[in-house]
């Protein structure tokens, strides 16, 4: 059996950006794979922490697993929900890791250049980020990594410390993650999913934005939301059409469309493509998510704390059974045991 594996930091509630861009696509995954295959999904608390918390980070992981649920994940045997925390062996080998990665492959990825912006002031949480991803994926044997296409440079890395340990001790102590272009086959997207800034469509929807109508919070009333959408930008072309790079914002539509109603996106470009009334399509994506949205908070307000408490216990006796093995053959390895 395979593993499909996947994190979500918990440091705020979610945009429609990661619902749509993550937790859906997650969960119709799991849905699809789950009774042939091992899915692992797991709340990214040690990830959570490089930023400063509000005292809000265990409602939030509550509210996240809810929101799993209430997307319609189906919950089977081989469906394993843990909190990143409570497996101590995933620390202990980040450790072990950080004595095979290099200072040259961090200082160049993109989220340190960002959030750390190469500066000396940034905490080690920052640059050291990339290794606690590799561990979180190679103390599962992980083969599919569903993550966004800002994430696939991490994935590269995990693979490079995994040949590189493998070549060291001439064992497969870790199993290869494939490579991107696999990985976004497998999520049935070319660069993965981005959903854009409703206002400013050249950066991806982000909780942090100033405006309000710039995203949408999963917490939104549906009403509410349709609006926003009703006032995104588009463009000036004249008729509608699927380019990412030169057209984000009707693009971002016609994306929205397509992850809200589980509709290839090749069927909602052709459906759209060449008509020039973006007032239609503005009409359409407001009405689907306002539905989507109605639907959702009805589910969620069903689910309990008791019922995800449960789900987390069971998943974490066996992700620690699971981690622990990994993390002793990589010990004997380094001599350690």
């Not at 509630?13 to 009774?35: C, H, I, Q, V």
């Not at 006032?231 to 030169?246: M, Q, R, V």
């Not at 971002?252 to 090749?266: G, K, S, T």
């Not at 408490?309 to 380094?334: D, I, R, S």
């Amino acid at each position: 059996m395979k593993t499909i594996l996947t994190g979500i930091r918990v440091n705020s509630e979610l945009t429609m950006g990661n619902f749509l861009g993550a937790l859906l696509p997650m969960t119709r995954l799991a849905n699809k794979y789950s009774k042939d295959n091992h899915v692992n999904i797991f709340v990214a608390d040690l990830h959570t922490i490089i930023a400063e918390q509000d005292g809000a980070l265990q409602d939030n992981l509550l509210m996240l697993i809810k929101m799993y649920l209430a997307a319609g994940l189906e919950v089977r045997p081989n469906v394993h929900i843990y909190r990143q925390s409570y497996v101590p062996a995933t620390s202990e080998m980040t450790w072990i890791l950080n004595c095979v990665a290099t200072m040259g492959e961090l200082g160049r990825m993109i989220q340190y250049k960002e959030k750390g912006k190469g500066e000396d002031s940034c905490n080690v949480g920052i640059f050291d980020y990339p290794v606690l991803m590799a561990t979180d994926i190679l103390l599962f044997d992980a083969n599919y990594i569903p993550v966004g296409q800002d994430q696939f440079q991490h994935i590269e890395l995990t693979r490079d410390i995994a040949v590189r340990v493998n070549h060291r001790f001439d064992k497969e102590i870790f199993t290869i993650p494939e490579k991107t272009a696999e990985q976004a086959k497998f999520m049935g997207t070319d660069d993965g999913i981005r959903i854009r800034d409703l206002v400013n469509p050249e950066k991806k929807m982000s909780k942090s934005a100033k405006s309000v109508n710039s995203k949408i919070m999963m917490t939104d009333d549906p009403k509410a939301a349709a609006k926003k959408i009703m006032s995104a930008t588009t463009d000036s072309f004249g008729e509608i059409d699927y380019d990412l790079k030169e057209r984000p914002g009707i693009s971002n539509l016609l994306q929205i469309e397509a992850l809200v109603n589980d509709r290839p996106l090749d069927e909602v470009v052709a459906e759209w493509k060449g008509k020039s009334n973006y007032g239609d399509l503005k009409k359409q994506v407001a009405g689907s998510v306002e539905k989507m949205l109605t639907a959702f908070h009805e589910k969620l307000a069903k689910i309990t704390d008791e019922e995800v408490y449960e789900l987390m216990q069971t998943g974490e006796k066996y992700a620690n059974e699971k981690a622990n093995k990994k993390l002793f053959e990589l010990q004997k390895a380094f001599q350690l045991r």
